[in-house]
């Protein structure tokens, strides 16, 4: 190739290259603009401040202030009942009776042994341990009858002694003798009657045990200082029915205050404390429960590290149920000048809250925690300071900085708008 071709070759593809260029500029400069987007329409609500309750939220269980099974202390057959499910029982009322028959007869076999032990006494009850035995007849006689066989060896001692004596050596011996006899007399006189009175203790402690065991085929419910009364959650035996000792018949409840336990992790350990108010939420009632905080764990348990916290609530009304499982909450303190907005104010997303206020006629986002909802608004309690309103509606179509054109708010703020 020539150099005059290859010059023409060159200005030939610069040429054509302008050209193209020159159609392509042509073609963008003829295309329309892309229109901007318009501002996303909202409605805003107000954001109100107050004073905040802070509480700990806690799960447990309600239980009686008292729960006591009442079993049998004697064998027998089950003559009557008195107390059914659901009955109310005042302190020491009778709920059964065990056949008393043979008990019966056993605390009067008792009661004839011992009056023939005081029979034989002469006396009419066991003395007191400062009794004065020589005072029993018995004892008396021998005492007697040992001095007169001293006074008569003493007479007879000085007639012997006589020069010659008046008596012979045998009848002295035998009056010797007679006395020492009259002397070991009263000695065991004074052994039986501590004998008797051993065995009249002894047959006493038999019928009082004989009485005892009469008085417990009465079924009873425990003694109440106050007047308060049982209620029966559990009737486990049937008239009729043989019963040994130590059989289950009966579960009482004292309900009219009841506990609530349940556990908290050890981070509130240092927020919880006795006296502090608690309530309880009940299942078709609109007001909870109100109690107090009476006893905390000084420990924590090292495999849930949690302790274990106890509340007392008055149940007069019977609101509460031993047994039900219960979510509650406990008052620690109050947070001031706490922000609450609606709840259509808030948009979650994998756990994210958020909520947007606007400035210069753009939205705000603030990423927010949450706290206590209460009816159609919820507290919260970090990320959102300073704001006196919040979008209501359109809260999908919002990002930070998107211009938004704020509408009349035209109906409640109870659920938010996608």
């Known amino acids: 190739m020539t150099n005059k071709g290859a010059q023409s070759t060159v200005v030939f593809s610069v040429l054509a290259a302008a050209v193209l260029t020159g159609l392509s500029c042509s073609k963008h400069d003829d295309a329309p603009a892309k229109p901007a987007r318009p501002p996303v329409k909202v409605q805003m609500a107000p954001v109100v401040y107050s004073d905040l309750e802070q509480v700990i939220e806690v799960v447990g269980t309600l239980y009686g202030e008292e729960d006591v099974t009442i079993s049998s202390k004697v064998s027998g057959r089950v003559t009557s009942i008195t107390a059914d499910l659901g009955d109310r029982v005042a302190g020491a ?88 006899v009259a002397k070991r ?126 509340a007392t609530f008055n149940n007069s009304k019977q609101r509460l149920r031993p047994g039900a499982f219960v979510r509650g909450d406990i008052a620690i303190g109050v947070r001031q000048n706490v922000p609450r907005v609606p709840k259509a104010a808030v948009l979650s997303f994998a756990g994210v809250n958020k909520v947007y206020s606007v400035r210069d006629g753009k939205a705000i986002e603030h990423t927010i925690v949450l706290g206590q909802a209460e009816g159609d608004v919820i507290a919260v309690l970090d990320g959102l300071k300073d704001q006196s309103e919040v979008a209501i509606t359109g809260l999908s179509q919002l990002a930070n900085q998107v211009a938004v054109e704020i509408q009349p708010t035209t109906r409640p703020a109870t659920s938010p708008a996608r």
């Not at 008085?215 to 419910?221: D, H, V």
């Open 93 to 180: 009322a009778q709920l059964a009776q065990i056949d008393p028959t043979d008990y019966q007869l056993a605390v009067t076999q008792r009661q004839n042994a011992l009056q023939e032990s005081l029979a034989k006494l002469g006396l009419k009850e066991i003395p007191p341990e400062s009794f004065d035995i020589t005072q029993v007849v018995t004892v008396q006689r021998a005492s007697s009858q040992a001095a007169n066989a001293q006074a008569k060896l003493e007479r007879a001692r000085k007639l012997f002694e006589q020069k010659p004596p008046l008596i012979s050596e045998q009848e002295f011996a035998d009056l010797a003798t007679a006395s020492e």
């Open 185 to 310: 007399d009263f000695d065991v006189s004074q052994l039986e009657v501590r004998s008797l009175l051993a065995t009249a203790a002894s047959r006493r402690s038999e019928l009082a045990t004989a009485q005892e065991q009469l008085a417990n085929t009465r079924i009873s419910a425990p003694p109440l200082v106050e007047n308060r009364k049982y209620a029966v959650a559990l009737r486990s035996t049937s008239t009729g029915e043989y019963v040994r000792e130590g059989t289950a018949m009966f579960r009482l409840l004292l309900d009219d205050q009841i506990k609530f336990r349940g556990s908290l992790p050890e981070r509130y350990f240092q927020s919880v404390r006795v006296g502090q108010p608690m309530r309880v939420s009940l299942q078709g009632e609109p007001e909870p429960a109100a109690g107090t905080v009476s006893r905390v764990s000084p420990a924590i348990d090292l495999a849930t590290r949690t302790f274990q916290i106890e």
